[in-house]
């Protein structure tokens, strides 16, 4: 006996996408790559969005085989909506997966996070083989942190510590990450609070650096790993 989806029927983008042409071409190039067997990371952000769909009727039009790891609870509940069969890392190893980003340097270093999926995007993106960050001309940046603070997920107990050590390491800004729609903080996935912290100088150490503090469980400074930027 399955559950009725109506609940699942309103699942969309909220708020109108911009630039949307030039990421549907993006959206081309990543559904062109699926295929029957493949076990696929699916990533979060406006772009990843239309991809899913594209995905979906893709699977459906000729009848292919795939497994979807989502990045939140978010695209989990837009693949069932769409009959995308979903997975875990906890099962199945991703042979690629496709996801947005708020910048790129030149270097390749992102800064994801808007959406307060971090953590599992970045061992999503450490656990495949190769990951496609979907991205439109408007993410680039000529030094990274130059228009997105980098999100710091820390622990509640932890927070005041969390931030004066950011404070001592030279950040700018450090700002609690309040909710829209409700009141108080944003609470992730796993139940942290988000930090959105800006630092004038981003060296290759900083992510490293950032993961030490005691308490902080993820940053959304991805630095080297196995990525292609497809745009």
Known sequence: MEWNQKALQKIGWNGEITNREQK???VKKIVDKV??????????????FLATHAIAKKIKEENLNILAIPTSYEVELLCQSLGIPTTTLNKNKPNWGFDGADEVSPQ??????????????????ASSEI???????????????DKF??????????LHF????????GAS??????AKGKDGPIITEYGN???????????????KILKSIPGVLETGLFIGYNIEVIK
């Open 24 to 26: 549907e071409l993006i």
């Open 149 to 158: 603070p980098i999100p710091v997920e820390c622990t509640p107990e932890a």
């Open 108 to 125: 390749n270093w992102l800064i994801k996070g808007r959406g307060g999926a971090l953590f599992r995007e970045k061992l999503l993106i």
């Open 162 to 169: 969390v931030r004066e050590r950011l404070l001592d390491l």
């Open 35 to 48: 295929k029957s067997g493949d076990v696929i990371g699916f990533g979060s952000g406006s772009t990843s």
């Open 193 to 207: 609070l988000i930090l959105d912290v800006k630092f004038s100088n981003v060296n290759d150490n900083l992510e």
């Open 131 to 145: 990951t496609y960050i979907l991205v439109d001309e408007t993410k680039y940046v000529s030094n990274i942190c």
């Open 173 to 178: 800004e450090v700002e609690l990450r309040l």
